[in-house]
């Protein structure tokens, strides 16, 4: 490389790295919308980074926040447009933080869930410490209350919150994977974690043997009776199975919804369809059971089912 080449090179590197290590925050109390976070510090090939919506109107009471894992090839972006999320957030009031899987050159995107997927995965890449660290900084930003922390995510990022509530029960009051299964074996004892999960009748990616192996895992672990309720919605496109009767508290609830393919359940896609499936919204479903769940409540029950033994 030439002197002068090189000199630009070196001034190019140096400006970018001063440009990060000296941005402010992306998010105050009075800073409404989505904005990039970077985490440069973060230990990996290269800076980690997370989209971070935060709704109109937070005030400095302690806000629920959500955690959405994009899939395998894809985006933080692009499971800020796809989920209906932050139209969800603006509703109801909670903060949603979109994390990026390491890609290459930006894309290619993958989380490393156990068995799954890419690169991430066999090169051992700390996702489930990344989404740590994504909500330590969010709680750094932003007044978030740590017993109102939920899980989710599509695909390879749905299996990777499958595996970071398995691992870390402590930090999240719910999970609901979207279109995955597990992709690490689960123990069958730890703290509960209420569930609730999306899957397509007819996703020809997620094995559905597999989904409900995984979803049997959870509620032996969660000590849920082993047969749920079923209902039939919306002229039978929808089956909603509940394990209501948790010895610790965390129920598990279920959807499938017929004739869907691998896509997350959402007005991105339902409102394009001409069947009955039109307008549904597993974002707005979602926090409805997300919102029902608080660790500290689950926590208390434990303790006194414990002391009643």
Not at 33 to 52: H, I, M
Not at 194 to 217: Q, R, T
Request: charged share 20%.
């Amino acid at each position: 490389m030439k002197p002068a080449s090189r000199l630009r090179f070196v001034l190019i590197a140096t400006l970018a790295t001063v440009g990060c290590a000296g941005a402010p925050g992306p998010a105050s109390l009075t800073d409404a919308g989505t904005k990039t976070v970077r985490l440069s510090e973060w230990a990996g090939l290269q800076p980690r980074s997370y989209r971070l919506h935060v709704p109109a109107g937070l005030t400095s009471s302690p806000a629920p926040l959500v955690v959405a894992l994009h899939g395998a090839f894809s985006s933080a972006r692009i499971m800020e447009g796809r989920s209906g999320l932050n139209a969800a957030a603006e509703r109801h009031g909670f903060v949603v933080a979109y994390p990026n899987g390491e890609g290459l050159l930006g894309r290619i995107r993958h989380w490393n869930a156990g068995e799954c997927c890419g690169p991430a995965s066999f090169r051992g890449r700390d996702d489930v410490g990344f989404v740590g660290r994504v909500i330590d900084d969010v709680a750094r930003r932003l007044p978030i209350d740590p017993e109102r922390v939920y899980l989710t995510g599509f695909s390879n990022g749905g299996m990777l919150a499958w595996r970071f509530a398995s691992e870390h029960p402590e930090r999240v009051a719910a999970v609901a994977p979207v279109a995955a299964m597990a992709a690490v074996a689960l123990p069958g004892d730890g703290a509960a974690v209420p569930l609730i999960l999306f899957h397509g009748a007819a996703d020809p990616v997620i094995p559905a043997d597999d989904v409900e192996a995984s979803l049997d895992s959870w509620a032996r672990r969660n000590g849920c009776a082993p047969d749920p309720s079923e209902a039939h919605l919306r002229e039978g496109l929808l089956r909603m199975r509940t394990w209501r009767s948790c010895a610790s508290g965390g129920a598990v609830e279920a959807w499938e919804l017929a004739g869907w393919g691998h896509r997350w359940p959402g007005p991105h896609f339902s409102d394009a369809r001409v069947d009955g499936l039109r307008g549904f919204d597993g974002a707005e479903i979602l926090w409805r059971f997300f919102e029902s769940s608080f660790r500290a409540e689950r926590a208390s029950s434990s303790r006194q089912a414990s002391l009643a033994r």
